[in-house]
């Protein structure tokens, strides 16, 4: 087992396997000691857990449920990179963080949503695990997904 994959295991975290890709793009692309990611849906067991806008009221995706949605976004990237790479102990830092929010119009907490990928990649890779990050909010997202990922990830080699 990987030092990652025993960070993991010790989170009760297990990466789903690589979301099939809903369009013609692949999952994740390297170039050069850089991996870039495609933008991760936050699918569970191959179908969205949730669709819709993100806002406070009823009819919309909670805040709370939307940056649970981040978080799996970006263990999904995460399992796109370690299919690219072959191993997530390869990963020297995240370096970006681009989040996508679908939401109600009257709704400005795209930050704390995106919180959910943030926090769990600190958690995953400590202080290489601090990254820059974009938090968008946007009026529709593919399939109707309430929120997307993508990340940027320099490798050790």
């Given at each position: 087992?990987?030092?990652?994959?025993?960070?993991?295991?010790?989170?009760?975290?297990?990466?789903?396997?690589?979301?099939?890709?809903?369009?013609?793009?692949?999952?994740?692309?390297?170039?050069?000691?850089?991996?870039?990611?495609?933008?991760?849906?936050?699918?569970?067991?191959?179908?969205?857990?949730?669709?819709?806008?993100?806002?406070?009221?009823?009819?919309?995706?909670?805040?709370?449920?939307?940056?649970?949605?981040?978080?799996?976004?970006a263990l999904n990237a995460l399992a796109a990179v370690k299919a690219l790479t072959g191993s997530l102990d390869d990963v020297a830092r995240i370096v970006k963080v681009v989040g996508f929010v679908a939401s109600d119009p009257?709704?400005?907490?795209?930050?704390?949503?995106?919180?959910?990928?943030?926090?769990?990649?600190?958690?995953?890779?400590?202080?290489?695990?601090?990254?820059?990050?974009?938090?968008?909010?946007?009026?529709?997202?593919?399939?109707?997904?309430?929120?997307?990922?993508?990340?940027?990830?320099?490798?050790?080699?």
């Open positions: 087992m990987t030092a990652v994959e025993a960070r993991l295991a010790e989170l009760g975290i297990t990466l789903p396997d690589v979301a099939a890709p809903v369009a013609t793009y692949v999952p994740a692309v390297r170039s050069g000691s850089y991996v870039y990611t495609s933008g991760q849906l936050p699918f569970v067991d191959g179908a969205l857990p949730e669709a819709g806008k993100v806002g406070v009221g009823d009819g919309l995706v909670t805040p709370e449920a939307a940056a649970g949605y981040a978080r799996q976004c009257a709704f400005t907490g795209q930050p704390g949503v995106i919180n959910g990928a943030s926090t769990v990649l600190g958690e995953v890779f400590g202080e290489a695990g601090v990254h820059a990050r974009s938090a968008v909010g946007v009026a529709v997202l593919p399939l109707d997904s309430p929120v997307e990922v993508e990340l940027i990830v320099e490798l050790k080699s």
